[in-house]
């Protein structure tokens, strides 16, 4: 990436920091005024609203993110969070390929570095690979400066690249859905869409598998966008019921389309083949 492009990202960050700072002097003034209640409400309400756009995953306030497919058709989206992992990622690519399933795997950049073989292996069953950091500091993506997220994002967007320069990412999910200020900006600079879930099972924290799977379910429908994770006690596990829950469906799980775009809820993908 050129680096006047990511200076250029870098100044642009700064400055929606500035924006984002700026009720901070008129809260010193209202304390100065003698209205020390304004101040507290005021720093509270930005506060909070910080903290929403923040932590809250499908919140959308400081940047487009997919969060779903249109409803009409039967596709939806089958995403594995956190690989590739030496036993998982073998084990649930053959189970993918039992269900006549394609999905989207959401690597970390380290561990992609540490497994090429897989990440090669993934490309060529017909998935596709995208970006989930290259460290995956999932306590700490949410505070993260904007030169530490530039590192994050594009170290990874560069390992995978490198490792499959047929199939660049084009995809983006911070670990824990976990999204600062800055993170749109950024990745929408090195030519990333951010992407969220419409269904997931807290298989990262959860163990039991009929729970997590029964979750899924009340949430599956065309134009989901499922997560699942590897790495995790039951990770093959999670894997195997989910995608037997998705062949019951009558659902396809796919690949997106190319022309994937941002928009609102209901109108977020272009069509596969526009006329
Ligand atoms: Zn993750």
Redesign the pocket.
Known sequence: MNAAIRASALRRAYFRLALGLSPAPVVVWLIGHGQPLAAVLLFCTVLTTMMIGTLVPRCAMFGPMIKHLPPSGKQVLLTI??GPHPQHTPAILDILDRHHIKALY?L?GERAAQHPQLVREIIARGHEVCN?TQT?P?TTFWMLRPVRLWQEIASCQETLTTLCPEHPPRFF?P??GHHNLFTALIAQTLGLKMMMWSARGFD?VRTDVPTITRRIASRLKAGAIVLI?EGTPVAVEVAQAVTSLLAASGLKGDTPPASLAFGDDEMVVERRHAP
């Open positions: 969070d956190d959401f970390v989930h995956h999932a999910r670990p824990a990262g994770h």
